[in-house]
């Protein structure tokens, strides 16, 4: 009888090994959606500081070619602001303080819309470019070019607070809209998320990563980088215990009627 049961465990044991999918990722995800919570928590964009935004720096506009515009009453470039979209918190020349110098010019277009996220199943948006690497210190310039009929973002969180207010730099650009913005990357080797803040862009595929020097580790979900942040996975824990279950049972019904059968010879 001992043996029997020990066979049984053991089995069992066997089935519980091969059922990875669920125990291993829901870890991995866990662990992921703390940091993504992490992430998430420290944006405060009701706090954002429209005082700092430099629409003197805004390019790609061509005012000589808007017509029936009165620009009388209200400064200028407010109405512009809001109808292609903006760029928050550029800088072409302030540099971080341990860089001594600016190292690199960078400059990428980036285009972003729905037929971007065609190679990866299961994304609704995405960028011909999701990945980005620069050197630390360097002066990284994005040419921002929504192809979409929506709205569309390129914010980069976690910068220095007292250089980029809120951590962060923001392109916006209306649809069809184009927006250039520019920045200086700090010295430290790190990887800086870059996403689509509007609701469930990020999560159907406009992230992105920029990473600086040697960065510190991979985002998730970054598609064509790193694995989804959220494996689809349709099964509770408790059909998991259930299905062990039967499948104990069922190995003990099988070693029992096995036994029967060859002591009944
Ligand atoms: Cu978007």
Redesign the pocket.
């Given at each position: 009888m001992n043996r029997f049961l020990a066979a049984g465990l053991l089995l069992f044991a066997v089935g519980v090994a091969a059922e990875p999918v669920t125990s291993g990722s829901t870890a991995d995800t866990a662990a992921t959606q703390a940091e993504e919570k992490g992430d998430r928590s420290q944006m405060d964009h009701a706090q954002m500081d429209h005082a700092q935004m430099d629409h003197s720096q805004m390019q790609g506009m061509d005012h000589s070619q808007m017509h029936g515009m009165d620009h009388s009453g209200h400064g200028g470039h407010d109405m512009e602001f809001d109808a292609g979209g903006m760029v928050m918190n550029t800088n072409r020349d302030r540099l971080p303080p341990a860089c001594p110098e600016i190292r690199r010019d960078y400059e990428f277009t980036v285009r972003?819309g729905t037929r971007y996220a065609a190679p990866f199943s299961g994304n609704t948006?995405g960028m011909s470019q999701h990945a980005f690497e620069v050197e630390p210190c360097s002066r990284v310039t994005f040419t921002f070019i929504n192809e979409d009929a929506?709205?569309?973002?390129f914010m980069i969180h976690k910068l220095p607070r007292d250089m980029y207010p809120q951590g962060m730099f923001h392109i916006e650009a209306a649809g069809g809209a184009t927006k250039v913005g520019t920045l200086i990357v700090p010295r430290a080797n790190r990887t800086y998320l870059i996403h689509?803040d509007?609701a469930q862009?990020m999560e159907q595929g406009?992230k992105g990563q920029l990473r600086a020097g040697r960065g510190d580790g991979d985002l998730s979900s970054i598609p064509g980088i790193s694995a989804r942040f959220r494996v689809d996975n349709y099964r509770k824990p408790a059909q998991a215990v259930l299905a062990a279950a039967v499948g104990f049972a069922l190995t003990l019904a099988g070693l029992w009627l096995w036994r029967r059968w060859r002591y009944a010879r």
């Open positions: 972003a948006f929506v709205r569309h973002q689509c509007i862009h406009m």
